[in-house]
């Protein structure tokens, strides 16, 4: 019998997705985006948020994700983080260089990110090129994640999507005084309250909620 598993592949560069994968799902990745490597894109933020409701609406993308440089331009820290939590893509391969992620005070939440979702939330709140606000569960562990672009705001966020009882959260904030550094906290949370979330111009956050 002849054995069925073929090797895992990117199709880099502009390659179009056009839901082969349903046919040849070892083809993982389209990169198909305008990605980290355009060091003279200046609008960031709202580059990236207008991609998860056009590109990758067809389909995951290697997009580099998540970058601490001046590259991330009118991004914040906390926004990048959030960026990689918000991007689809089932191999998850990071800008940052690994030093500047072991040195991030939101190092926990950040290895917490998964690269394959059991479910994605799109919350009401997300407006194209303005707000994204994604809930995405695996397995029993929650992670919100938002990116704004254009000014600071104040949003305040039902957790409707957690389950019963109580989980443990840890929150990455936007610091008020520096976009290139982030305020981690930690407290509890259950499913009917809401979260208040400041964010910088270009901000964003991420929480993780684990029970």
């Known amino acids: 019998m002849q054995n069925a598993m073929k090797p895992s592949v990117e199709l880099n560069?502009?390659?179009?997705?056009?839901?082969?994968?349903?046919?040849?799902p070892n083809a993982m990745i389209y990169e198909g985006v305008r990605g980290m490597e355009s060091g003279g894109l200046q609008q960031r933020a709202?580059?990236?948020t207008i991609l998860p409701f056009t590109r990758y609406l067809a389909g995951p993308a290697d997009y580099t994700a998540m970058?601490?440089?001046?590259?991330?331009?009118d991004s914040t820290w906390a926004h990048q983080i959030a960026c990689l939590a918000t991007f689809q893509s089932p191999i998850l391969t990071i800008a940052a260089h690994p030093q500047s992620v072991l040195d991030n005070p939101a190092l926990e939440v950040?290895?917490?990110?998964?690269?394959?979702?059991?479910?994605t939330i799109v919350?009401?709140?997300?407006?194209?090129?303005?707000?994204?606000?994604?809930a995405?569960?695996?397995?029993?562990k929650w992670v919100l994640a938002v990116m704004g672009a254009g000014p600071a705001r104040a949003l305040d966020i039902p957790?409707?999507?957690?389950?019963?009882?109580?989980?443990?959260?840890?929150?990455?904030?936007?610091n008020p005084q520096n976009d290139a550094a982030v305020v981690v906290e930690?407290?509890?949370?259950?499913?009917?309250?809401?979260?208040?979330?400041?964010?910088?111009?270009?901000?964003?956050f991420v929480a993780l909620f684990i029970k």
């Open 13 to 24: 560069e502009e390659e179009k997705p056009t839901g082969r994968t349903h046919t040849w």
């Open 46 to 48: 709202r580059h990236e």
């Open 67 to 73: 970058i601490f440089t001046e590259r991330r331009r």
């Open 110 to 119: 950040i290895r917490s990110i998964e690269a394959v979702w059991d479910e």
């Open 123 to 134: 919350l009401p709140e997300s407006s194209i090129g303005e707000l994204t606000v994604f």
């Open 136 to 140: 995405r569960r695996k397995g029993g």
């Open 159 to 174: 957790l409707s999507f957690l389950g019963e009882g109580e989980y443990k959260a840890t929150l990455v904030r936007d």
């Open 186 to 204: 930690r407290s509890t949370a259950r499913r009917g309250g809401t979260l208040s979330i400041e964010l910088n111009s270009g901000g964003g």
